[in-house]
């Protein structure tokens, strides 16, 4: 910085998207920054978002977040991947999983060899090489070394967002509560000067950074950003939500279970499991929703069902003047991969990358927003995969999304891989080629051939590979303790 004082950040919304920044800020930016935040108790949170992907690990790292600690305070429990019911055809399963499955070599990556291996009669799925899969399916976890096991979490959104309030705090950032009434512009320069409290506070900053929600005060509200709709790749707009008592084990994964019109989900938590339905709004009323969720949960209900109304899509610009919106305010695609709290993390990780300490530069705010939206796309690539290759035809919905056009990223990927199981990893894409090849064979892809580069092995050498390395997978998994006690004696929260 060119001079002493620090850049003052101002957080509109404390859902884990405010307090996710606030945290980052305070406790890895605190000589240069000083972070308010404000909240409103009588709007709230969303109160959903508790599946997450292994980059959380990345982003505790950094944060110093002590791990055992965040799990107790979270209810949390480990989450290795997600099953998958009913997507490619009603009865199917499938689970992508995190990590790798095989081993990739030097020569091509390791569904070539698998693919190979069909043709000479090895016809164990492709799964029977991941040891997250495998853990998952036995209901076992440790955190290891060889193999290390990939992994994520399930969290309490709510306990989650109290527990980074008070690292925040702790740090030194300040806690507003009230209603946010007005942002003022100021007219020269189009910049957010202040937000006005229903208090009649003003509470003025540098850099605002909207985390409120789906209301997007700053970025839409005042400053007209603008909003790219992706409703034709993605039909569901609604959810309805439900918490419920837990009647069996925690189970390393989440489960989305496709019906209809949408889709449900299952989370299971160290005292609940997180349920909800997502759906078309074209296709299903709420009482049809809420009736199919309540059919479908198991345990007593903690909570009343709760709808959801979203709009699958991004803003135009993420940072724009001195706003950046994190969050549900930034774009939503659907929670399917559970990828927001990542995108969320990810966001903050850039931000304070280019954080304008020496003013806002617009090569900053394009790049920025350049890099913001490349990733968006390519996740949202990845979860249109999962409507796009189905065999589902059994309603209007499912009709759709099996004909509709989606982005010649996606379709030229499919036809890759449908051909001769040819994948890539494009730089700072989130979904590896592991990911890739676990949902495409899961939706009912199989590749016609594999790359030659896999006839490098004789016959005899690849079957004898293949056998080896699922047999002593199955050791390892053998050796792991139960996904129960593994979490009795690392996070129990009672
Ligand atoms: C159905 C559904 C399921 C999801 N599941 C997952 C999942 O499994 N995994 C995942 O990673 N993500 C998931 N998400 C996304 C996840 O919930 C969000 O990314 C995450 O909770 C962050 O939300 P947020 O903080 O942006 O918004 P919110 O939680 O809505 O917080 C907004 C904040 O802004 C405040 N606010 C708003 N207006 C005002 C105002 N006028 N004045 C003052 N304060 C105000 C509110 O009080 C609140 O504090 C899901 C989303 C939905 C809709």
Known sequence: MKNDKKLHVVIAGGGTAGWMTAASLSRMMNHHVRVTLVESDDIGTIGVGEATIPTMQT???????????????????????????????PGDKYIHSFGETGKDSWAGEFQHFWRRGLDEGVDAPFGDYSPELQAALAGKFAITN?????????????????????????????????????????????????????????????????????????????????????????????????QTQAVADPIPYTRAIAHKYGWQWRIPLQHRVGNGLVYSSKYMSEDEARELLLDNIEGERINEPRVIKFKPGRRLKVWNKNCVAIGLASGFIEPLESTSIHLISSSIIRLMRMLPLTGIKEVDV????????????????????????????????????????????????????????????????LFTVNSWNQVMLGQGIMPETYHPIADIMSSEDLKEYLEKYRSSLQDFITKLPSHKDFIAQYCSAS
Not at 66 to 81: A, N, S, V
């Open 59 to 89: 982003f505790h790292h950094l944060l110093q977040i002590d791990e055992q600690e965040y799990l107790k305070e979270t209810q949390g429990t480990f989450k290795l991947g997600i099953q998958f019911e009913n997507w490619g055809k």
């Open 146 to 242: 060889k193999p290390r096991l990939g992994f994520a979490y399930h969290i309490d959104a709510t306990l989650y967002a109290k527990y980074l309030r008070k690292l925040s705090e702790e740090k030194g950032a300040t806690r507003l509560e009230g209603k946010i009434c007005n942002v003022n512009i100021d007219p020269g320069n189009g910049h957010i000067q202040s937000l006005a409290l229903e208090s009649g506070e003003l509470v003025e900053g540098d850099l605002f950074i909207d985390c409120t929600g789906f209301n997007g005060l700053l970025i839409e509200k005042a400053l007209h950003t603008g909003y790219q709709d992706w409703t034709n790749l993605f039909l569901c707009d609604r959810a309805v939500a439900v």
């Open 366 to 429: 394009d790049e920025f927003n350049r890099q913001a939206i490349e990733e968006l796309e390519s996740v949202r690539d990845f979860v249109a995969l999962h409507y796009k290759v189905t065999q589902r035809d059994d309603s209007e919905f499912w009709q759709y999304c099996k004909n509709m056009k989606v982005p010649e990223s996606l379709r030229s990927r499919v036809a890759m891989y449908s051909d001769s199981a040819r994948l890539y990893w494009g730089a700072d894409e």
